[in-house]
């Protein structure tokens, strides 16, 4: 019998490997496909490359008044030169730093202690799941019918993409405009939502309308009675919002858990999302059993993934219990600027009569001046109890910094008065918080630069 048996080698896979290892515990690792799983083949690692790109281009259009776009296809080359490079160097390289046995195949559980991979067994006294996730395609008519994009083949056209058409509106949808936008690609989002990326307050969604239009993306918003199909060379997209023609079509609809692994062999639940059903310690319904990462279906983000792939291990072979912080989880979206948050929404907090929102626009930091920015904003959600912080949300360059900084506060339970004490780095995006706490106690466009 294996010790511990990891089914699935991304981000969560790799940290329970890893975290096996400083327990003593050599792994059985099995997973299917390139190492490494979603991050760094088709998801953060090759499309923040391609917005790097899309970036340098559009500030170098604005410096110099300028219509210089990268060429097409060079980027999407350069951006598999880093994914090659990445996954040798985080995923492949390192494995024989570690105790561990690979095992490429598809693995089903076949009771609840073993999985079968082929025509082997590996009974286990402990597993762990980290199969990740895949694109979730909603029901649209007409789309069985057409050859549509997902995110994993947005990243890696055959040829130069003229005009693009994206259904969705969340951080996938946001993203792949920003890139397609800035490599020369005529582009328009269909949301069928109200307003863009929902989850973030509603301030919030107007700027990121404002920001992405700014790039020449077309929005269409409440969009109702899609239907899509191909005529001639073109995808033709139908709805309450009119005709979109465009040479391709981009299915940007969030990601589902993959979990079709023979669950119900172990006696293993999923949950209301479509993902394994956990405990706070990560267990499954079978004991021996349990999960981390995008297949949970909670947030899916790799350094959440990570982290839950290491507790997993600890709350599986020791009494720590460890339990994740789901409030301090930041999540960000790396357009320009990017758009971040952490904690409560004020949404979320809706009918609590104790919060005040503190914000702040980025024209009142020096920064901003000095970078010419002119769309940005930082909302501290304040506990009036306590003046302890509840939630942040950010839209701001260097977005992603700072809300790296808001989750450490977050995880602290610290107070807008622990974050007034603090140094912070003048001239710097990041003291925007800082100037957001000081508003509590005054108008921060009566106050000099540094207070």
């Known amino acids: 019998m294996e010790k511990l048996v990891i089914i699935g080698y991304g981000a ?5 490997m890893i975290k096996a290892n400083e327990l003593g515990i050599k792994p059985i690792l099995i997973g299917k496909g390139s190492l490494g799983g979603t991050c760094v083949n088709v998801g953060c690692i090759p499309s923040k490359k391609l917005l790097s790109i899309s970036h340098f281009y559009r500030e170098l259009r604005k410096r110099i008044n300028s219509n210089q776009f990268p060429d097409f296809m060079a980027a999407f080359s350069e951006k598999d030169e880093v994914v090659g490079t990445l996954r040798k160097k985080k995923y492949e390289d390192i494995l024989n730093s570690y105790d561990v046995k690979l095992v490429q195949g598809e693995a089903k559980f076949k009771d609840r202690k073993s999985v079968k991979v082929g025509n082997d067994i590996y009974e286990f006294e402990r597993c762990i799941i980290a199969t990740g996730s895949r694109p979730n395609i909603p029901e649209i008519e007409g789309l069985e019918k057409i050859d549509f994009w997902t995110s994993d083949r947005a990243l890696s056209p055959d040829k130069k993409v003229e005009s693009l058409t994206i259904i969705g509106g969340r951080a996938l949808a946001l993203e792949f405009s920003d890139i397609y936008s800035g490599l020369g690609a ?7 939502s109200p307003r863009l990326i929902p989850e973030y307050d509603p301030e919030f969604s107007v700027m990121a ?7 020449g993306v077309k929005v269409f918003l409440n969009s109702k009675n899609i239907k899509v199909q191909k005529k001639n060379d073109k995808l033709i997209v139908s709805g309450n919002f009119g005709i979109i023609e465009s040479e391709r079509l981009l299915m940007a609809t969030g990601r589902k858990p993959n979990v079709e ?3 119900e062999n172990a006696q293993i639940e999923l949950n209301e999302r479509g993902g394994i059903k956990t405990d706070e310690e990560l267990r499954t319904t079978n004991p021996s059993v349990f999960a981390a990462g995008d297949v949970i279906g909670i947030k899916m983000l790799e350094p959440l993934a990570g982290r839950q792939g290491s507790i997993a291990v600890s709350n599986a072979f020791t009494e720590e219990k460890k339990k994740i912080n789901y409030d301090a989880v930041p999540e960000n979206i790396f357009i320009s600027p990017g758009i971040a948050k952490v904690g409560k929404t004020s949404s979320e907090l809706i009918g609590n009569m104790y919060v005040k929102s503190l914000k702040v626009p980025i024209d009142s930091l020096a920064r901003g001046y000095i970078e010419n920015e002119e769309i940005g904003l930082v909302k501290l959600n304040v506990d009036l109890r306590n003046l302890k912080i509840l939630g942040i949300q950010v839209i701001s360059e260097r977005s992603e910094e700072i809300i790296n900084e808001s989750a450490i506060l977050m995880n602290a339970g610290a107070t807008i008065n622990d974050l007034i004490d ?3 780095i003048f001239p710097s995006f990041s003291e925007v918080l800082r100037l957001a706490a000081l508003s509590y106690y005054g108008d921060v466009n009566k106050m000099s630069c540094c207070v």
């Open 12 to 16: 969560a896979g790799f940290a329970a």
């Open 186 to 192: 005529e582009v328009s989002i269909i949301q069928r």
């Open 209 to 215: 309308r404002k920001i992405i239009e700014s790039y």
């Open 261 to 263: 692994i023979g669950l």
């Open 422 to 424: 603090s140094n912070q």
